[in-house]
C-alpha cells in the first residue's frame, strides 16, 4: 500500500561513467569549477514544488539566506513531469525541483539534470544511504534526499485479538494469518492490494534483497528473475491464490472503508499516512496499533522505503548555491523541526540519518491504542530500508507497463513470474532501443 501510503563516484570520472552506463545525450552541465571555485555574490534560484509547507520554509530561508534568493512556484498537477522536461528543453528550467527518486534517475539518464557530485559530497553522511542512492544513479549525484516514507505495518488490534492472530513478523506469517481469518470469516481479509497499484510487489522485492536493476561495471544488470525477486513475487501469488487481499482501490475515494469497518485488518504503510488514517478512520480510532514490517529473514531484517528528492536541473547556473539550500531544507534542524510537524501539512519524513528527534510528534496518539511503542516502529523502519535497491533508467516507464500486468495478475489472468518474465524482456528491449548498454542480471 505504499503508494497509497521514489556509491559516490567523484570528478569527470562520474560524468564518464554516468554517461557510458545511461548513455545520456548530456550528463548534465559540468559544475566542477563552480565545486571548486563558489559561487560569488548575490543570486536568484526558481524551485519548483508541490509540498504543503516548503513555501514557508522558503521564506524562513530567504529572510536567513540574503545572498541566495529562492523564487518558490506551486507547481502541483498531474503534467509536472512533462512541464519539467520541456522547461529543460527550451532552455527555461528552474534551478531545483521536487522529484521521487524513479522520476531523478529518468531525468538523469535523458540528460535533463546536472551533475552535482563534487559539490554535494560533503552533505552526504546527513543523510541514509539508501536516500543517498534515491539522487545517485550509476554513481553520479544530481540532487539532495528531500525525504523518505519507511515501511511498517498498521493492524486492527482488537480484530487480531477476535481471530486468535498475531502481528505477523514474516510474509509466511501473514500468509498463515490470512488463511486462519478466512476459515472464521470469509469477508475478512488480511491485506489489499488494488489492481491498479503494483507498489506492494516494489516493497516485497526491495525487502527480499532483490535488484531488479544494478549498475555493473559499464552496463546495467537487469534482473527481475533473480531468486530474491521470485521469492517476493511467491508471496503475491499467496495471496491472489488463496483469495487473502481485498481489491479497494486507492483512487475511490471509500477506501478507508474496508479498513475502517474492518473488511480488511492489516495493512503496510508509512509516516505520511498516519494523519490520513486519524481523519478517516472514524469508527476504527483507537482500535489499530504499528507493528513492523513482516520480514523475509528474521536474521537481517530488512524493509522499504519511496524517496522524494530535490533535484538540481540541467541548465543551473549556480549548482553549489542549489545544493546548500536543498540540504538545509532537508536536513537543518530548523528546517525539519517545522516540516515534520503535522500542523505544516507537509506529510515529511526525513531522509536524515538521525530521525529521532522528529517521531513522536507526527504520530496521531488518537488513532492507536497506545499498546505498542509506536515510536521504535517507526525509528526501527527507518533504519532497515535496504541499501541495495536503484532506480534504473527506465524506471518510471517500466513501473507503468507493471501496472498494465498488475490487473491481469490481480485478476488471476497472469502469474506473478510470468509478469516478472514479461518485464526482464521488456526492460532489456526498452534500454536496448534507448541505446543504454544493459544484460540480463544473473
Not at 534482473?223 to 521469492?231: G, I, M, N, V, Y
Amino acid at each position: 500500500m505504499s503508494t497509497f501510503r521514489t556509491r559516490s563516484v567523484t570528478g569527470a570520472a562520474s560524468a564518464l561513467s554516468l554517461s557510458l552506463v545511461l548513455a545520456a545525450c548530456s550528463g548534465g552541465s559540468d559544475s566542477d569549477s563552480a565545486a571548486e571555485t563558489g559561487t560569488q555574490g548575490k543570486v536568484s534560484l526558481e524551485f519548483w514544488s508541490w509540498t504543503e509547507g516548503i513555501e514557508a520554509q522558503t521564506k524562513v530561508w530567504n529572510k536567513e539566506h540574503p545572498e541566495t534568493q529562492i523564487k518558490f512556484v506551486n507547481a502541483a498537477g498531474d503534467t509536472v513531469y512533462q512541464k519539467l522536461r520541456a522547461a529543460v528543453t527550451s532552455g527555461d528550467a528552474p534551478c531545483l525541483s521536487k522529484m521521487d527518486g524513479m522520476n531523478l534517475a529518468n531525468f538523469a539518464a535523458d540528460g535533463l539534470l546536472t551533475d552535482i557530485t563534487k559539490i554535494a559530497a560533503k552533505y552526504k553522511s546527513s543523510y541514509t544511504t539508501p536516500a543517498w542512492n534515491s539522487v545517485s544513479p550509476g554513481g553520479a549525484t544530481y540532487g539532495i534526499p528531500t525525504g523518505s516514507s519507511p515501511l511498517f505495518t498498521a493492524y486492527r488490534a482488537d480484530l487480531f485479538q477476535k481471530y486468535g492472530i498475531s502481528a505477523p513478523r514474516t510474509w509466511d506469517d501473514l500468509i498463515a494469518a490470512g488463511k486462519a481469518v478466512q476459515k472464521k470469516d470469509k469477508n475478512v481479509k488480511i491485506f489489499n492490494m488494488a489492481g491498479e497499484d503494483p507498489s506492494t510487489l516494489v516493497d516485497l522485492s526491495w525487502q527480499a534483497n532483490a535488484q531488479w536493476y544494478k549498475v555493473d561495471g559499464d552496463h546495467w544488470a537487469i534482473d527481475f528473475t533473480s531468486p530474491e525477486a521470485l521469492k517476493a513475487g511467491d508471496i503475491v501469488q499467496e495471496l491472489v491464490d488463496n483469495n487473502l487481499a481485498s481489491n479497494a482501490s486507492y483512487a475511490d475515494p471509500g477506501v478507508f472503508k474496508t479498513w475502517d469497518l474492518g473488511k480488511t485488518i492489516l495493512m503496510t504503510t508509512s509516516t505520511w499516512q498516519l494523519p490520513i488514517y486519524d481523519t478517516n478512520f472514524p469508527k476504527s480510532k483507537g482500535k489499530w496499533q504499528l507493528a513492523d514490517a513482516p520480514l523475509f529473514d528474521t536474521a537481517h531484517p530488512q524493509t522499504s522505503s519511496n524517496f522524494d528528492v530535490t533535484a538540481v536541473l540541467k541548465g543551473c547556473k549556480y549548482p553549489d548555491r542549489a545544493a546548500q539550500f536543498a540540504a538545509w531544507l532537508s536536513s537543518s534542524k530548523e528546517s525539519l523541526t517545522t516540516l515534520t510537524d503535522p500542523a505544516s501539512k507537509s506529510g515529511l519524513f526525513p531522509a536524515v540519518d538521525d530521525v529521532s528527534p522528529y517521531v513522536d510528534k507526527i504520530i496521531p496518539t488518537d488513532m492507536f491504542n497506545g499498546k505498542s511503542d509506536s515510536a521504535n516502529v517507526i525509528t526501527t523502519a527507518a533504519s532497515r530500508v535496504g541499501g541495495q535497491w536503484q532506480y534504473g533508467p527506465d524506471y518510471a516507464a517500466m513501473y507503468s507497463e507493471m501496472q498494465k500486468q498488475w490487473g491481469k495478475v490481480m485478476k488471476k489472468q497472469l502469474t506473478v513470474k510470468a509478469m516478472l518474465t514479461h518485464l526482464q524482456d521488456w526492460v532489456l528491449a526498452d534500454l536496448k532501443n534507448k541505446g543504454v548498454k544493459a544484460v540480463a542480471g544473473s
